[in-house]
């Protein structure tokens, strides 16, 4: 991941950023995104910039704006049927900092040209403005409440907009009542075994021509076209759930490095698996732990097996893989199995109740697990997550 990064002048510290205000103008004929970015530091100390390969800047940096193009490349793709798609990389599209270790607010407005017809921006957070003028259709997205930046993503494309409730899907052609209606017993399930409900229930999930896409960000997902229909006629629920249990175990209780990625997707593989179990029966649970026994099995043939807990990774390409998904997701099926169903279950609530809106390492997952076990569990932890 090649990342745009702001370092205070004073050393090669990273900048607490307070608030990004990002207004992006897509060029349909270049395939390029123009950026005017203003950066509201925590710290009063100058910025300067580094990093970036496809994100240029036009203008000299100024009292904190930036002016850019942003071309497509790792992190931003430009699909021939026009669809921009922005994936786990803020660096690729903004100015920013993607580090886990601090959480910003965001302000970002997309102008789509009167010439995209059809053509709709979709952004974290909330649509909170949208407007024509003489540029084109202006949408204007807001995270209020802080979130790390690599959570931040986008997409403009051609599709329709259906609405029910908080949830939001759009989509290619309309949805089935049967996506809403699964999207949301997923939400019940998981705000349940949280103990805790979002701070803003609003949730949107689009579904675009990009084949194999699932990508989480704050209030949003984006996944593929094909798999809405999966979901709709063949209850493949999978993909919908994991990206929604993100909303508790990624956005609201994030990450403090990624040394310990596993507590995103660990703990969200565990959780749709057991959504699967609560929606479709034990038997189908059960079968997604032999897949995840089966699959950590070759890692460890290959020699890829790895702690949980891994400080060598830098950034998120290197924290991405199978290891903390599969792994991290049978390390809570045994916990569960060791601690008991309604032990088990306090601590899941204890620990995003207590983290909410913080960031966390393993320790503090230990800590809440140890409270409702009513024991150490200090010997489990130090042989999968440590070692």
């Known amino acids: 991941m090649r990342i745009a990064l702001l370092i205070l002048a004073a050393g090669s510290l990273w900048a607490q950023v307070a608030h990004y205000s990002v207004v992006l103008r897509p060029d349909f004929e270049k395939k390029v995104l123009r950026g005017i970015e203003d950066v509201e530091l925590r710290d009063p100390a100058r910025a300067s910039l580094a990093g970036g390969k496809n994100l240029t800047i036009t203008r000299k940096p100024a009292e904190g704006r930036f002016e850019y193009e942003a071309k497509p490349g790792q992190g931003f793709r430009w699909l021939d049927d026009g669809t921009i798609i922005t994936m786990f990389d803020c660096g690729a599209w903004m100015v920013c900092d993607a580090s886990p270790g601090y959480r910003a607010t965001l302000r970002l407005e997309i102008v789509v040209p009167a010439a995209a017809s059809g053509m709709r921006a979709i952004g974290p957070g909330r649509l909170t403005k949208q407007y024509r003028d003489s540029e084109g259709e202006h949408f204007v997205y807001e995270v209020r409440k802080a979130a790390q930046s690599f959570l931040f993503s986008f997409a403009v494309a051609k599709v329709e907009r259906s609405v029910s409730g908080n949830f939001e899907i759009l989509s290619v052609r309309p949805p089935s009542g049967e996506a809403m209606a699964k999207s949301a017993k997923a939400y019940r399930f998981f705000r349940q075994k949280a103990g805790i409900d979002l701070p803003d229930p609003h949730y949107a999930q689009a579904f675009l021509s990009m084949r194999g896409i699932g990508q989480e960000a704050a209030g949003m997902a984006l ?165």
């Open 223 to 387: 996944m593929s076209q094909t798999y809405l229909e999966n979901l709709e006629t063949r209850d493949s629920v999978e993909l919908m759930a994991h990206e929604l249990a993100h909303q508790w175990w990624a956005v609201l209780v994030g990450i403090r490095s990624w040394s310990d990625f596993w507590l995103n997707e660990g703990i969200t593989e565990f959780m749709t698996a057991a959504f699967v179990e609560h929606h479709q029966g034990r038997a189908a649970y059960d079968a997604k732990i032999r897949t995840l026994e089966s699959e950590m099995a070759n890692l460890r043939a290959e020699g890829k097996d790895r702690p949980l807990h891994w400080e060598k990774w830098t950034d998120a390409v290197g924290a991405l893989g199978p290891v903390p998904y599969r792994k991290g997701a049978l390390f809570l099926h045994r916990l569960r199995g060791e601690m008991g169903e309604e032990r088990f279950w306090r601590g899941i609530a204890l620990y995003t109740r207590r983290h909410a809106g913080k960031l966390v390492d393993s320790r503090d997952f230990r800590v809440a697990m140890e409270e409702t076990a009513g024991r150490s569990l200090g010997v489990l932890f130090e042989e999968v997550v440590y070692r």
